[in-house]
């Protein structure tokens, strides 16, 4: 699977023990930041979903020190559907149910142990494409396009 990654200052030393341990066995595309000097976490959250939303990646992961700022920025831009997970069944539910394109994680809330658990649960999962799925994120969508025209 093609995945972007991206974190701020507070994310960095997680996204790269993540990249190193998923690298072998996914294409990762690191948008940054690569050094600890403070850094805003909206810049890398839009880094992250334009990449997914162009297409150059299926999903993206995202952190930041509680993973609160870095979800509500990707969830402002259209076809970003990014989910903060600090727990397994969210991170698969959020993809089966909701068609989730981009985990987010807080740094400062979870230890790197759970926060692999976390990445393969969420790279695993698939959306079901149930009826009552599809139907909950048209509305979603809708709402986002009444959001843009007013």
Same mark, same amino acid.
């Given at each position: 699977?093609?995945?972007?990654? +991206? ?6 030393s997680l996204k790269n023990d993540l990249l190193a341990a998923?690298? +072998? @066995? ?21 880094? !992250?979903?334009?990449? !997914? !939303? ?6 993206? *992961?995202? *952190? ?6 870095? @979800?509500?920025?990707? %969830?402002?831009?259209?076809? *970003?559907?990014a989910g903060l997970c600090h727990d397994t069944y969210s991170?698969?539910?959020?993809? /089966?149910?909701? %068609?989730? %394109?981009?985990?987010?994680? +807080? ?20 959306? @079901? +494409? /149930? ?9 979603i969508d809708q709402m986002e396009a009444d959001a843009h025209?007013?």
């Amino acid at each position: 699977m093609k995945l972007v990654m +991206g974190s701020d200052h507070a994310g960095l030393s997680l996204k790269n023990d993540l990249l190193a341990a998923f690298a +072998g @066995s996914h294409e990762i595309t690191d948008v940054g930041t690569y050094t600890p000097d403070a850094v805003d976490y909206p810049d890398f959250a839009k880094k !992250v979903g334009d990449a !997914v !939303v162009s297409g150059k990646a299926e999903r993206g *992961i995202i *952190i930041c020190g509680s993973g609160v700022g870095a @979800s509500v920025a990707a %969830n402002k831009m259209i076809g *970003i559907r990014a989910g903060l997970c600090h727990d397994t069944y969210s991170a698969h539910q959020g993809v /089966e149910h909701d %068609n989730l %394109n981009v985990l987010v994680l +807080g740094a400062r809330v979870i230890g790197t142990a759970t926060a692999h658990e976390l990445v393969k649960t969420f790279l695993a999962a698939r959306f @079901s +494409g /149930e009826e009552r799925h599809l139907r909950r994120l048209a509305k979603i969508d809708q709402m986002e396009a009444d959001a843009h025209k007013a």
